[in-house]
């Protein structure tokens, strides 16, 4: 199983700022997703990041609300921008290494906005 | 499109007895796989069990099992010896092969009770 880190943990924020959530693998892999899961709900999925393309964004979501980079396959990035309380939620960053395996995520950043 | 239903928002166990959580789905995709994660009150997704739609046998990892019923397309949970620590919240998902992203049920809480 791969061992996923997230960066920051939790955080408070202020309407109008944005927050670059860090997603680290200690295996290279694939496929690596980026959820929400805003409180008491189940995940949605914002996009899916493959090195070397673009993001694939989920219906609902925008490149310019969520900004993803996907350096190389250990890496990830995703950029909550121009904050509104509504984005209040746990981000989870996932990791799949082949169509048929199992899907890991990584320990989720908290996210309040204020 | 797939599609993942839980029908039980919460249920309740008493410590060292079996409990079953229910999951349907539905799919056209004669190749996916059948996912079940626990978040735990701090926000990670452990990964528990998975079940291929081609496995014959039920999918068992210590005390989980998946109980799959391929012609009634459910995938259901059971726990055996219910512990305190078993307690969270628990997410059924199902990924189609040819989608590559996975769909989560809306999740059943969890309360084994002392």
């Known amino acids: 199983s791969a061992v996923i880190s997230q960066k920051p943990s939790r955080d408070i924020c202020q309407r109008g700022t944005s927050l670059t959530i860090q997603c680290q693998v200690d295996?290279?892999?694939?496929?690596m997703f980026w959820y929400r899961q805003q409180p008491g709900q189940s995940l949605t999925l914002i996009a899916t990041a493959n090195q070397g393309s673009e993001a694939t964004y989920e219906s609902g979501f925008v490149i310019d609300k969520f900004p993803i980079s996907r350096p190389n396959l250990t890496f990830s990035t995703l950029t909550v921008s121009n904050m509104s309380p509504e984005d209040s939620s746990i981000y989870l960053c996932s990791v799949q290494g082949a169509p048929e395996e199992t899907q890991y995520f990584g320990p989720g950043t908290r996210l309040l906005v204020l | 499109a797939q599609k993942i239903t839980q029908t039980q928002p919460g249920m309740f166990v008493q410590e060292k007895e079996a409990v079953t959580l229910d999951c349907t789905y539905d799919?056209?995709?004669?190749?996916?796989?059948l996912f079940w994660y626990k978040q735990p009150s701090s926000g990670e997704m452990i990964f528990l069990i998975y079940?291929?739609?081609?496995?014959?046998q039920n999918a068992t990892e210590g005390r989980y099992s998946l109980n799959f019923q391929k012609a009634r397309k459910s995938a259901n949970l059971v726990i055996s010896a219910s512990q305190l620590g078993d307690s969270a919240m628990y997410f059924c998902?199902?990924?189609?092969?040819?989608?590559?992203?996975?769909?989560f049920g809306d999740g059943t809480t969890l309360t084994v009770k002392p």
């Open positions: 079940q291929g739609s081609y496995d014959q």
């Open positions: 799919t056209s995709d004669p190749s996916y796989g």
């Open positions: 998902a199902m990924r189609e092969h040819n989608a590559g992203k996975s769909t």
């Open positions: 295996s290279q892999v694939t496929m």
